[in-house]
């Protein structure tokens, strides 16, 4: 567990003694200076907003940026990124769509969402330019996104990335969901997190709903957030557009990486897990949290790869392609997956890692 923080950045507080106690954080800021004060109804908020985030890197803070994106600012997006890119050498930025709860005027809608993911997808070699990565956040929906955006979406981190304390102590793997998997103050919080079963029960996504669950994309958006859900059907979320736009930029995701050479990354060598790679088994297969503390889900067959890589500790491609009833292209490709994921290690028998 590391230690951090998130704040609109409007603070009168040191932003250097910030970082000293909290080494990374993330600061909340919607677009160009007039924007963004009329967003949050303050004046001078973004002078000092940016100001606090600019000390805070200056301090050898690592911040991510959050921009919450409605009707209103979504035509300042790019200028936006442009400004970002120049001034605030921040680690990533992670675009959050107005959650769709009823009589929210400023919600995306499908079209918008359309067009907010187009503007991210052609922003985001610019950021990695800068050194900055790109992400869209608050679970939206995979079918919602045009293809060329599907990769940027994130599923829900809940008790996978974080967890909720309330005031007296009480845990909750997220504030939306209303059981309580124990107190702090009965025993040490790491502990909670890793050896609680039931925590994992609760984390895990067969929240979602059983259109979702009956859905192409389930086992990459896991049905986006239970909090962004007061929509009809087909799906419990106003913004998803259902399995067949989840087949499109399945297909179109699938076809791009067809084009990928399987390199000697992973040759018929030494397969195994990176060390660091934290394994939780899902009734969809399971959830592969990265080094980095990113979530990676599988599906059944990926989950059964895994599970033979953990039993046998050390396994050839060739193996891996025999359990998974696979040949060995397919078998490289996820495990060249897992490489640039950083939750796989391959290597020549014999040799150091590659």
Known sequence: MRSGFVSNGDVDVDATKVAEVFPQGAVSI????????????????????????????????????????????????VSFFDYVCNNLPVVSVVVNPVIPLPGAGDTLDGGDLEALGGILASSE??????????????????????????????????????????????????????KVIGNVLDGELTKLWTDHSEFDLQASASFASPCCKDCVAYTWCVGG?????????????????????????????????????????????????????????EPFGMFVLTPQGEP??????????????????????????????????????????????????SREKGNDDL
């Open 125 to 178: 070699e610019k950021l990695e330019h800068s050194g900055i990565s790109l992400a869209i956040g608050a679970s939206v929906p995979f079918c919602a996104l045009p293809p060329e955006a599907a990769h940027l979406g994130g599923n829900c981190h809940a008790g996978t990335l974080f967890a909720v304390v309330d005031y007296t102590g009480d845990v909750y793997v997220c504030p939306d969901r209303e």
């Open 30 to 77: 919607h677009g160009p200076a007039a924007i963004h004060d009329n967003l949050v109804k303050s004046v001078g908020s973004f002078g000092r907003s940016s100001e606090f985030l600019k000390q805070y890197l200056r301090a050898g803070g690592r911040a991510s940026l959050c921009v919450t994106v409605g009707r209103r600012n979504l035509n300042s997006v």
């Open 225 to 281: 957030c239970t909090s962004t859900r007061p929509g009809p059907a087909p799906t419990t979320d106003k913004r998803c557009k259902g399995p067949a736009a989840a087949m499109r930029n399945f297909e179109f995701i699938v076809k791009t990486r067809d084009g990928r050479q399987i390199s000697k990354e992973v040759a018929d060598g030494i397969i195994s897990l990176v060390p660091a790679a934290r394994i939780r088994e």
């Open 296 to 345: 990676f889900a599988l599906d059944q067959l990926g989950g059964r790869l895994v599970r033979s890589i953990m039993k046998e500790k050390e396994v050839t491609l060739s193996r891996l392609a025999e359990v998974g009833s696979l040949d060995e292209k397919e078998a490289g490709k996820f495990v060249l997956q897992g490489v640039k994921l950083g939750i796989i290690k």
